[in-house]
DNA sequence: GTATTATTGTACCATCCGGTATTTAATTGG
DNA sequence: CCAATTAAATACCGGATGGTACAATAATAC
């Protein structure tokens, strides 16, 4: 029984589809200047009524945060995920630049990393989106360090530095690549420089 | 003889005071967020008519350059000028690690470095301005190499690494310290950070 | 004093922004 | 068939932007 019909709504039937508007807008935030897109472009793009647009997120804010939580789970908890992995520091750590790095082959493909360049701009952000980005940084800080502790116990760790400011480290400078990325710069150096930037980690 | 006094033009003298303009703009520019500093709030702050400024500026993208240029003169070139010094590879380094992550004690003086928040901001910048921005790019970088090549001769520098790719990975570093500074984090942790990141360079 | 030259600021232009009031359309419940 | 409900889009709001037309002003040249 149940829930294979949801009761078929009362007023007129919804046709906006958040799903397609929030891919839009991630794409649109993720390539190009996010302090220069207006919720009108967006609007144009997915073809859908500023109300409507406005009915759904509540507003600018909402949508952003919207986009964001979208991402959050998309892209970044699976990089998360790699920090949960027995595998020896070393081969972790290469894991997590090659993905850093990583750029699609097709042409116009996202590069960097929405969260970073949403950091990057951050005035131009709401309250609400502000405070995502804040709680997806310090979860991703404290996975790092995580991390770092477990490979410590395991003796596959032991830089001169804590595990607080070695996070932090890492987690600079896979951002600063993140932007180096996104500002077109090329994949390899980028790639190269942050393996240097990691040398003195790995003994 | 001559010109103690400059012929003493024809039509309506002069008021806007050029060198003010530009220092209320650096200084905007500087500290806070370009791309939503419009020309308007700048006619505003220095008290001038936004004719006026369109007369000595040409337009937005006019002003900008003469604003990076300024800042090219008083802030640029005298950290370049380090780079001649003949004291040893390490340091000059620790100089311009110094520099890069000084912070003026007054509340509200700037933080992080104009050309870098420039270059971060691109797509909010004319033509002029992008061109003066790679012109002095280019600059920093072959002073840079200039400065490894040299240290490389005397065999204070020898990290196995052409001195091209030094010199891209310093300017990153040093980059990435002024935006952190910048975004307002720490000065010491991101001074500390730097060191971390050029310890490879120093033995 | 009058013409010439150059700089001034007011007041305006079209355009875009984020956000909303309002009317119209599409559906269910009775 | 008629109310109630919900979502739709048009058309608007005040305000900001980059940029300009234009008349007023202040000086020199003659």
Known sequence: MSLERIKAARGRPKTLDRDHVLEVAMDAYWKEDIGNLSL???????????????????????LMKAVIIKYQKEVLNPVLEMLNSEAPFRETLNNLVSFATSVADTKD???????IKMRESRMHLGEATRAQIDFIQE???????????RSQAKGEFNADMSSEFAATYIDAQLSHAASQLARGENQLIVK????????????
């Not at 009108?40 to 909402?62: A, H, Q, T």
């Not at 493909?109 to 969260?115: D, I, M, N, Q, S």
Request: hydrophobic share 45%.
């Open 40 to 62: 009108n472009e967006i609007c144009r793009r997915c073809d859908v009524s500023k109300p409507g647009l406005y009915r759904e997120f509540l507003n600018e804010d909402g």
């Open 192 to 203: 190269k420089m942050l393996l240097v930037a990691f040398s003195m980690l790995v003994e």
């Open 109 to 115: 493909a996202p590069r960097g990393c929405l969260l």
């Open 139 to 149: 979860q991703a800080l404290s996975a790092y360090r995580a991390w770092l502790e």
